[in-house]
């Protein structure tokens, strides 16, 4: 997924909060993530909110952490956060973490760092998902931890599902439609989250199910909300 189809589809969004299909209230998103994840972190290290958006969870976040940088492929998604969700301790940067170069840049400029992230992994080619874990190890360093958050094999066939029964979920289309929304070969089915990590250099310290709670909202009139997986990891001392 290419930097000028995510600029692409954050310009045409309104800016108002929830815009996006994944863009939850911090409520209902990182701040029900953050327990599953803070007891493994080093609380005096920053945390990188990797595929930051609106930068809405961002911003809720560095409420706990000190220093918090948000990045985004999208020019329009790391503008977009600026101007909505700012705060003295936040960072927002325009970042491609396929490259290697810009992922030693980021470590050398802030040292070992925790990573925040959400649905980055199944937008990517298999050859992909493996650069990006890699990159993902030279931010975490020795100390920091990932925790992640990704789509499943299930989430495609529950949103195929609800469409062919006539739901009427616009977004949850639209993404269908135009970006292949699930349709990729999913990392997190039958545990294939934890092996793809462990695969590539990562100890995976907690994993399981948990619904993504989107801002598309069913006919009953409730949030609806897609089995997804997470994992927390650290980048493994065996490499």
């Not at 325009?94 to 992994?121: I, K, S, W």
């Not at 977004?171 to 990392?187: S, V, Y």
Request: contains cysteine; charged residues 20%.
């Amino acid at each position: 997924m290419t930097g000028a189809i995510w600029d692409a589809f954050w310009s045409a969004l309104p800016t108002e909060p929830g815009a996006a299909l994944w863009d939850s209230s911090p409520r209902l998103t990182a701040a029900r993530h953050l327990p599953l994840f803070q007891e493994h972190t080093d609380p005096s290290l920053p945390l990188i909110d990797l595929g930051c958006g609106s930068g809405r969870q961002t911003q809720w976040l560095a409420g706990h952490f000190g220093r918090v940088v948000g990045l985004d492929i999208a020019d329009a998604a790391v503008d977009l956060a600026a101007a909505t969700h700012p705060a003295p301790n936040i960072v927002y940067r325009r970042a491609d973490l396929l490259d290697t170069d810009t992922a030693t840049a980021l470590h050398t400029e802030f040292g070992d760092a925790n990573v925040y992230m959400r649905g980055v992994l199944h937008q990517l080619t298999p050859d992909d998902r493996t650069n990006m874990l890699a990159t993902i190890r030279l931010l975490l360093g020795g100390r920091g931890i990932l925790f992640a958050q990704e789509l499943t094999e299930h989430t495609s066939w529950y949103v195929a599902e609800l469409l062919a029964q006539g739901a009427q979920l616009p977004k949850t289309a639209g993404l269908a439609a135009h970006f292949d929304f699930g349709a990729r070969i999913a990392p997190a089915h039958d545990g294939r989250l934890r092996l793809l990590l462990e695969g590539n250099g990562f100890d995976v310290l907690v994993d399981d199910d948990i619904s993504l709670h989107t801002t598309e909202h069913t006919s009953d009139g409730q949030p609806l909300e897609l089995p997804t997986r997470y994992v927390v990891a650290r980048a493994s001392a065996r490499l």
